[in-house]
């Protein structure tokens, strides 16, 4: 089973609020990675971070930033909330030993969904 | 550069049908190849995998077989049930070169009538 973890489950939030999306693992994964989901059902990976103080943006732009500052812990934060950022926010982990690691699947938490009204 | 395609649902079956979602892919070396299912209001959750080529994943009466040369991994179950209504993701991850990214399919979405 799983150990991650996001909070909250569900978000309906004004225009131009900020907000930070909580994700945490307890498998002392290096890699932690989010997603957005659209409606489609396809997943979009706009942030990922290969350890503490690591990050990137990912293959959809997104006005979001995210930290690492501890292993298991990787917020998003949203500074300005708009109604376009409305969708289903997934963050994952996977394990990373060696080089060779191709073979460790990805760990997926519960999901946010946000709604920016 | 590596992508994953699979078919476009929603598939819609009987109870008791069988279940074909296919999926094929584009990469180089020997990726890594997931299913993974997700449950209404739920997170991404891994069905099987396979790590070489000619590797079956099995899990929950699905099986994966890894095809080399048709570069493939199609999802079979030889009967479904309601409970396996769910979205279906087909995903990989490389070798060699953003080994520590993940690519997914667009996803199918599975109907199951009782």
């Known amino acids: 089973e799983a150990d991650i973890y996001q909070t909250p489950r569900y978000l309906v939030i004004g225009t131009g609020k900020k907000i930070t999306l909580e994700c945490s693992q307890t498998m002392g994964h290096d890699k932690m990675y989010w997603y957005q989901q659209d409606p489609g059902m396809e997943l979009h990976l706009i942030h990922y971070?290969?350890?503490?103080?690591?990050?990137e943006k990912g293959d959809l732009s997104s006005e979001s930033t995210v930290s690492r500052i501890r292993t298991e812990h990787f917020p998003l934060t949203l500074e300005s909330a708009r109604p376009s950022h409305t969708s289903q926010y997934l963050c994952?982990?996977?394990?990373?030993?060696?080089?060779?690691?191709?073979?460790?699947?990805?760990?997926f938490g519960p999901g946010t969904r946000l709604t920016v009204t | 550069g590596n992508s994953v395609t699979q078919m476009e649902g929603p598939v819609t079956l009987s109870e008791e049908a069988f279940l074909t979602i296919n999926c094929t892919y584009t990469a180089t070396g020997y990726p890594s190849l997931f299913w993974y299912v997700q449950y209404p209001g739920e997170g991404l959750q891994l069905l099987l995998k396979a790590t070489k080529a000619d590797d079956k994943g099995s899990n929950k009466g699905f099986e994966a077989t890894y095809r080399k040369e048709t570069t493939s991994f199609h999802l079979e179950k030889g009967s479904v049930q309601v409970s396996d209504s769910a979205v279906y993701f087909c995903a990989l991850r490389p070798q060699l070169y953003n080994f520590n990214k993940f690519y997914f399919g667009s996803g199918t979405k599975l109907n199951v009538k009782p």
């Open positions: 994952a982990s996977s394990e990373s030993i060696t080089r060779e690691d191709w073979t460790y699947e990805q760990y």
């Open positions: 971070s290969y350890g503490v103080n690591s990050t």
